[in-house]
Nanobody, 127 residues
Framework: QLQLVESGGGLVQPGGSLRLSCIVS????????IGWFRQAPGKEREGVSC????????TYVDSVKGRFTMSRNNAKNTVFLQMNSLKPEDTGVYFC????????????????????WGQGTQVTVSS
């Protein structure tokens, strides 16, 4: 059974940083592409970033480019999202999600492309 558990959320002032972690169990990371999503109150869940199963390519939504960095540690089966220069509009529940794939360079940007989800971690950016 593939399971994902996020951690690292919290309250931070604008301009601050947070590092989210997503521990994946039940499948080696090199057999899945992993995405980070976020959902603000009253809004649709949106894709933030994705890393392919080869670990060689990442994609980001335009609003976080240059501020967020997604990475992974295969030995620990953990994916990270380093978030810098945080803004109030980054506030929301952040989810990691996974899809099993045999294509090492595939990544997904829409929530419908993902079959497994974590429970989410709250990120609040406020002064």
């Amino acid at each position: 059974q593939l399971q994902l558990v996020e951690s690292g959320g919290g309250l931070v002032q604008p301009g601050g940083s947070l590092r989210l972690s997503c521990i994946v169990s039940g499948l080696p990371l090199d057999r899945a592409y992993i995405g980070w999503f976020r959902q603000a109150p009253g809004k649709e869940r949106e894709g933030v970033s994705c890393i392919d199963s080869s670990g060689s390519a990442t994609t980001y939504v335009d609003s976080v480019k240059g501020r967020f960095t997604m990475s992974r540690n295969n030995a620990k089966n953990t994916v990270f999202l380093q978030m810098n220069s945080l803004k109030p509009e980054d506030t929301g529940v952040y989810f990691c999600a996974a899809t099993i794939t045999s294509d090492p360079w595939r990544c997904g940007g829409h929530r419908n492309e993902y079959g497994y989800w974590g429970q989410g971690t709250q990120v609040t950016v406020s002064s």
